[in-house]
């Protein structure tokens, strides 16, 4: 007689998800204010075998910077939100950049960006010890930053530089982690052919967080990929 509690398929589950960080996760120039990727990423991740339903908690604020994301990750409501996520998927960093370009808007030189590239590691790496303080056991996602400036000055290379050498020292620091992934994204705004940008040419449009969750979910949609992140 055939076991009827043997089975091959994976019982699905539901996927609590913390999303945090700047207004990448907030959704600012999202045309439905539902968060930007989020409703795009929950959609994909849904059609999974291995997931019941997704639960998105957002924690996006508008202009954070990295060392006001640490401050925040100190708040009872999102530390308890941390305590109990599968996943933790970050945005982060754009703000650092953009606060040296302010500050040194009359004599830019990449010295500056490279010297405000030691404190954004410090600060990175204390963010991703604070998740893992509060949650040992969730995976942790950090998305990559764009240059929101290609529209405007394609032709200055140096701020292709930054970006790459900033993503890059995340890549680098979050893979000394266990049950995390950088995921990039500054190659889909790199495409001059399509408008990716909402009115302000600065945050994502519509389609712009369509392919950022799309991207995501290319990182994710391995069922043991995933299990390795969440279990």
Do not use: C
């Not at 930007?36 to 994909?44: E, F, R, S, T, V």
């Not at 004599?107 to 590691?121: C, T």
């Not at 001059?192 to 449009?205: A, G, I, V």
């Amino acid at each position: 007689m055939k076991d009827l509690n043997v089975t091959n398929k994976p019982v699905p589950k539901d996927l609590t998800i913390v999303s945090v960080g700047d207004s990448l996760t907030q959704g600012i120039g999202d045309s439905t204010n539902k968060g930007g990727y989020i409703p795009y990423l929950a959609k994909d991740l849904e059609t999974m075998r291995m997931i019941k339903k997704v639960n998105f908690q957002n924690f996006g604020v508008r202009g954070n910077r990295t060392d006001q994301l640490l401050k925040r990750l100190q708040q009872k409501e999102l530390g308890a939100s941390i305590s109990k996520a599968d996943l933790v998927i970050i945005t982060i960093g754009g703000n650092d950049i953009m606060k040296v370009f302010k500050d040194n808007f009359s004599e830019l030189e990449m010295s500056k960006f490279n010297q405000a590239l030691i404190g954004y590691k410090q600060r990175l790496n204390n963010i991703i010890k604070t998740i893992r303080k509060k949650n040992p056991h969730a995976g942790i996602v950090l998305i990559g930053l764009y240059n929101p400036f290609i529209k405007w000055f394609s032709d200055i290379k140096e701020v292709d530089e930054i970006i790459y050498e900033w993503n890059n020292t995340s890549k680098q620091l979050i893979n000394n982690y266990k049950k995390t992934i950088f995921v990039p994204v500054a190659d889909i705004f790199a495409n001059q052919e399509e408008n990716l940008l909402y009115s302000d040419n600065f945050h994502p449009n519509d389609h712009g967080y369509e392919l950022i969750a799309k991207r995501i979910y290319s990182f994710l949609n391995n069922e043991r990929k995933l299990k390795n992140l969440i279990e």
